[in-house]
C-alpha cells in the first residue's frame, strides 16, 4: 500500500503558512500592519516543498512577498509576525517590517528590491564554494525580478565558476499590473538557465509533489557542483499585488477561474480524499494549523511597539 503520510505532510505544511498570512490578514484589516503588506496567498506549495530540502548552513534570500519563504527556512512564526506587526519582540525588532526580515540564525533574509534577492543568494554560493561546503544560495523572485540584469548577471558568474545558485521563479504571471506575457521574451525563464550553462527546470507549482520532485533534482544538481539552476513554478496570487490593490488588471472570471482550479491546498486535499484519507483528519490539521496562528497572533496583538525614541535604535553600526 502507498501511504499518504509525506502528501498529509505537504498539507499540513501549506496549511500553516497559509494560516500564518490570514492571521496577518486580521492584523491589517484592524489597521495593525502598517505600509505594503505582499502575500503569497495561493503560492503555497512552492515553499512548502522546500522544507525537506533546505539545510540551515543554506542561505535563502527571499522578496518583498517573503512569508512563506521564511516559515519554509525555519524562521520562527511568532517572531515573523511579531516583526511585521511593527513590534519589539520581532525578528529585528520591528525596525525591519515585512519587506525586510533578516535571520542570521537560519541565514534567512528578503528585500523589498526587485532583483535584488539573486545577487546576495550568489554570495551565499560563492562562500559555500570558498568554504568547500555543499551548502546552496536560494533566491526566490517573482516573473518580473526573472527579467532584470541581475538573473543574467549572477547566472552567468554561477555558470562560468559552477557556483551552487539555485533560483526559483514563482511565476505568477504579473509584475504588479503587468502580465508577464506582455513584457518577456519567447523562451521561458527555466529555460534560459540553458544559456549560462545551467539546468532548467519548469514546474505546475499548485501540485506539491511535482514541485517536490523538481526540487530533488534541482538540490542534487546544485549541491553536486555542476552548476547553477533555475526552477519556474507556474502559480497564482491569490491576492492583489498588496492589500489595498484594487486588482482591476484581472477580469473577475480569472480571479473565480485561479481561485477554483489553482490552489494548492485544494488541489492536494483533493487528492487526499480521493485515496481514501477521513474528512475529519483533513479538517484537523486545518484546526492545528488555525489554532497555532491563532494562538501568535493574540501574543503578537499584546506585544509592545518601540517607542518612537528609538526609532533610530539597532540602525547603524556603532551609533
Ligand atoms: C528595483 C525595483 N523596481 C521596482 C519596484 C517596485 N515593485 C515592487 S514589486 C514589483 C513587481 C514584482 O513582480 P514580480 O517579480 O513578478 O513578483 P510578484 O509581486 O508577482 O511576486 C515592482 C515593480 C521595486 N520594488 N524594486
Redo the contacts with the bound molecule.
Sequence with gaps: MISNAPLIDHYSKMLRLRAFEQACLVGFAAREIHGEL?L?IG?EAVAAALIPYLRPEDGLVS???NHLHALAKGVSARALMAEIFEKETGLCRGRGGHMHPFDKSTNFSAT?????SIPVALGYAYASAMEKSDAVGIAI????????GTFHECLNMAGAWKLPLIIVV???????S?P?SSVTAPVPHWKRAEAYGGLGLAVNGIDVEAVEKIYAEAFAHARARKGPVVVEAHCH?FRG??EGDADSYRSREERTRMRQEGDPIQHTRAKLEAAGVAVADLDRARKEADDEMAEILAAVRADPMPPASAALDYVFVGA
Design positions: 505582499h503569497g503560492q522578496t518583498h512577498r523589498g528590491i526587485v532583483g535584488a523572485i517573482g516573473d518580473g525580478s526573472a527579467n532584470h514563482e511565476n505568477n504571471d504579473y509584475a504588479i503587468v508577464a496570487r499585488h498588496y
